[in-house]
């Protein structure tokens, strides 16, 4: 697969349904007043039909997806000459911002998770879009104490606010695949199912995971896929659902 292939449609997916957080969940913005005092740690929100409401950004869904795809490639060298994929690989973004001659050959040959993400360099063929929640929640603030790393007990007086969005609260959820074939017996389609089935199963989003916050998973049954391809010059259109939607995602 050419990473330089997006001036062209051969196959993309659009993947819509909901997602809940079973845990609270806390994507935050800068320090901001309330009506009860500040709170230390609010939730990041958009303001729709006149009112606000709490949002987990695209940019989040990408960061958290990212992450956890470096962690599997990192983790399983062997799958490298197990399936004869060079490109089996992560490499280091940062030292790509600041080496100008790493960065040029990692554009001409990517590594498997640049081709599927994009660098400085290289175009995203993944889309995540915000996910806002499909009924207004009442947020919730919760008060913790600092922990002094010194003494390794709490610190007197130091307490701080965490706002949170409760458990058991339903997101919108839409995401596009372009030009990855997850049919294809290719390391991205690969990478991207095993990624699907982690959306699926469950990760962490937002702030406080360390102490529980932030799991959210995709709720399989409300699963929409629509499928468009090119074939011998003619566009196709399909649409999945439910055990169908994890079947073309090659999650089942």
Known sequence: MSCADLDRLVISYT??????????????SGK??????PVDNPVMTYMVGGEERPVIPGS???????????????SSPEIRDKKNWPSWRACNIFE?????????????????VCSIFGNTGVA???????????????????????????????????????????????WGFRMKIVNID??????????LSHLLRQLIDGIQIGGGRSVG?????????????????IEDGILKK???????????????
């Open 15 to 28: 993947i819509e349904g909901e997602a809940v957080n079973k845990t609270p969940l806390r994507v935050g």
């Open 32 to 37: 901001r007043e309330q009506y009860l005092g």
């Open 60 to 74: 989040s869904w990408k960061g958290v997806l990212r992450s956890e795809a470096e962690r599997l490639v990192n």
């Open 96 to 112: 790509l911002a600041e080496n100008e001659q790493l960065r040029k050959k990692e554009e001409e040959d990517p590594c498997v």
């Open 124 to 170: 995203s063929h993944l889309y995540f879009f915000d996910s806002l929640p499909k009924e207004k929640p009442t947020l919730h603030v919760i008060r913790r104490v600092a922990i002094d790393r010194v003494v390794g007990s709490q610190s007197p007086g130091r307490l701080f606010d965490v706002q949170v969005v409760p458990p058991e609260t339903r």
């Open 182 to 191: 997850l049919k294809s017996d290719t390391p991205q389609a690969f990478l």
């Open 213 to 229: 916050y932030g799991e959210i998973k995709l709720v399989s049954e409300t699963l929409l896929v629509k499928r468009m391809r």
């Open 238 to 252: 399909d649409e999945y659902r439910g055990e169908e939607a994890l079947k073309i995602l090659g999650v089942k």
